[in-house]
């Protein structure tokens, strides 16, 4: 069973789009929750922390709903340069400090 | 901005022999962190280090994985006897503290093993 369920996408989208991934997991125990980019063969960098309320930071939006165990990111006025892999990553608190990785969603923008 | 940095960026060895991946984590971090991505697939943890002990490993940090903090700045994962299947890449990560602290990854070492 996978802990960490996401689209594989690809998603392909005109700049300046308004583009939505979303994302499960299993483990209702899971206490924090991540969204990471990843660039072909590149290490995966940290895009944003999740918060319950909900949180913000520039073009890109994320949302948490705990009882349906979903995760949301939304990214807004698509550039070239959001052309990556987007991780869906989980921390459950009662596995300690181990992240548990989606396998991730593929986004092509296009010009 | 302070970042996680690896060596070697790429290491080819023969089947059977030892390796270690090295990582210098951001100063100021305590907590220390292993995964790996088999190419194609995702990242899995190995195993978490704070205060000079593992403190979480996987299924896959069987007794050929070892890590170790020799020196303040350096931390290393040795592979005793590398397998085919152990080709990947490496990433390091630390983080500030645990849970709700964000991890930051290292550049990754690509391992190919013959």
């Known amino acids: 069973r996978k802990e960490v369920e996401q689209d594989p996408g690809p998603f392909n989208v005109p700049e300046g789009a308004t583009v939505a991934f979303n994302c499960t997991y299993s483990?209702?125990?899971?206490?924090?929750f991540f969204w990471y980019r990843q660039d072909c063969r590149k290490e995966p960098k940290l895009l944003m922390s999740?918060?319950?309320s909900g949180n913000e930071d520039g073009r890109f939006t994320a949302q948490l709903n705990r009882a349906s165990q979903y995760i949301s990111l939304l990214i807004r006025d698509s550039k070239l340069s959001d052309s990556a892999t987007y991780l869906c990553?989980?921390?459950?608190?009662?596995?300690?400090?181990?992240?548990?990785f989606g396998g991730g969603t593929r986004l092509m923008v296009k010009p | 901005e302070p970042e996680v940095t690896q060596t070697p960026s790429h290491q080819v060895t023969q089947m059977g022999q030892e390796v270690i991946l090295r990582c210098v984590p951001i100063?100021?971090?305590?907590?220390f962190y292993w995964y790996r991505q088999i190419l194609g697939q995702k990242v899995e943890f190995l195993v978490s280090?704070?205060?000079?002990?593992?403190?979480?490993k996987s299924e896959i940090f069987d007794d050929q994985f070892s890590v170790e903090r020799p020196d303040g700045s350096n931390f290393t994962l040795k592979i005793r006897s590398t397998k085919l299947e152990d080709s990947a890449m490496y990433f390091c990560?630390?983080?500030?503290?645990?849970?709700?602290?964000?991890?930051?990854f290292g550049p990754g070492t690509r391992l190919t093993v013959l």
């Open positions: 990560a630390s983080s500030h503290g645990r849970s709700y602290n964000e991890q930051f």
């Open positions: 999740v918060y319950s």
């Open positions: 100063s100021n971090h305590l907590y």
């Open positions: 990553v989980v921390n459950s608190d009662n596995a300690g400090n181990m992240l548990t």
């Open positions: 483990n209702s125990a899971s206490q924090s």
């Open positions: 280090f704070y205060n000079n002990e593992i403190s979480e």
